[in-house]
């Protein structure tokens, strides 16, 4: 069932943002060719056509992440605690069941949008030469790169995925929490949201304190040290 779910809540999903992150790499693109030709057809009308197009890729950047975002929110807070809440607890699934699907998919769009706003930027400050030389770059760099850097860039990347999960757990508390009130639910949320945020903020500054207090008294336990300064880490990234 939790497969069905991630599948329903893709396809809501990927009808707006799919063509959102094409526009952004269509638009970067186009860009990137008329400020490559501005000086080759220099007219007033050229350029105000360059300007609009500028301002356009400027845009899609901004709504790749802060759209996403509002369906992140929107896609928990009126599927499951609006009116479609009472058709979805209908369906045989458990409430984790729901919140695991919402949770995989949001997490999904966060690395899409990054991917596409990569892709954008690559896009704006590379030519077609550039694109060319670009597989071969990337194979010395796989050469010649120590897999150690490999291993701790695989660790940073699911660190980032890890932060992205709990970070929407923290918002998905947040607005189930603000409904709670009676009224003023957003407002709630809100005041949740940064209630939440103090409350790690407090817990990751003792955590750091107590493993000071242990590095003072003696030498920590192998893997200790490690292990407090993941769960340091992941505390200080929820509050985002």
Not at 14 to 37: D, S
Not at 199 to 227: D, M, S, T
Request: aromatic content about 10%; overall charge neutral.
């Amino acid at each position: 069932m939790l497969s069905k779910l991630i599948r329903y809540e893709w396809k809501a999903v990927a009808r707006v943002c799919t063509p959102m992150y094409g526009g952004l790499i269509l638009a970067a693109m186009l860009t990137h060719f008329l400020l490559g030709n501005l000086e080759r057809f220099s007219s007033t009308l050229y350029d105000i056509i360059t300007m609009a197009m500028s301002t356009l890729c400027f845009g899609l950047f901004m709504a790749a992440f802060v759209l996403t975002l509002i369906i992140q929110i929107q896609r928990f807070s009126k599927n499951l605690l609006g009116d479609e809440g009472y058709l979805m607890f209908t369906l045989p699934a458990s409430v984790s069941q729901h919140i695991t699907a919402k949770l995989v998919v949001a997490v999904l769009l966060d690395v899409l949008s990054v991917a596409a706003a990569i892709l954008a930027v690559l896009a704006l400050a590379l030519d077609g030469t550039m694109w060319l030389d670009l597989p071969g770059d990337f194979f010395d760099m796989i050469v010649y790169v120590d897999w150690s850097d490999w291993l701790l860039l695989l660790e940073v990347l699911i660190l980032c995925l890890a932060a992205g999960a709990v970070g929407m757990l923290h918002i998905y508390a947040s607005i189930a929490v603000g409904h709670l009130a009676r009224k003023h639910r957003t407002l709630a949320a809100f005041g949740a949201y940064f209630g939440f945020a103090v409350a790690l903020i407090i817990f990751a500054v003792h955590l750091c304190c107590l493993c000071r207090l242990e590095q003072r008294q003696g030498i920590p336990k192998k893997g200790e040290k490690e292990k407090a300064g993941f769960f340091t880490a992941m505390s200080m990234l929820m509050p985002l």
